[in-house]
């Protein structure tokens, strides 16, 4: 069964910093990319960036360039995203999720966590 478990969210003032995990299980690390996607109250899901099977960052959204940073680790059979000088607008539930690497389709998706940015 593949499960993929978020945790790191919580509330920040603005300019202040979070790092968000996800946990993969049921699932080789050596098989999945794995993207992040962020959903604010009254807007569509929206994708943050993405990472492939040997590291190599897909691009991320314009919104969050030179501010987010997705890594993963093997040890950990992890992906992280480290998001530095939030924002209020980057207030949202933010998901990750296993996806087709050539697509960026999601496959598996994870539960939310919430950031909340505080002016």
């Known amino acids: 069964q593949v499960q993929l478990v978020v945790s790191g969210g919580g509330s920040v003032q603005a300019k202040g910093s979070l790092r968000l995990s996800c946990v993969v299980s049921?699932?080789?690390?050596?098989?999945?990319?794995v993207g992040w996607f962020r959903q604010a109250p009254g807007n569509e899901r929206e994708g943050v960036g993405g990472?492939?099977?040997?590291?190599?960052?897909?691009s991320y959204a314009d919104s969050v360039k030179g501010r987010f940073t997705i890594s993963r680790d093997a040890a950990s059979n992890s992906v992280y995203l480290q998001m530095n000088s939030l924002k209020p607008e980057d207030t949202a539930m933010y998901y990750c999720?296993?996806?087709?690497?050539?697509?960026?389709?999601?496959?598996?998706w994870g539960q939310g966590t919430q950031v909340t940015v505080s002016s």
């Open positions: 990472i492939s099977r040997d590291g190599g960052i897909y």
């Open positions: 999720a296993i996806v087709y690497c050539a697509t960026m389709n999601v496959r598996y």
């Open positions: 049921g699932y080789g690390y050596s098989r999945y990319c």
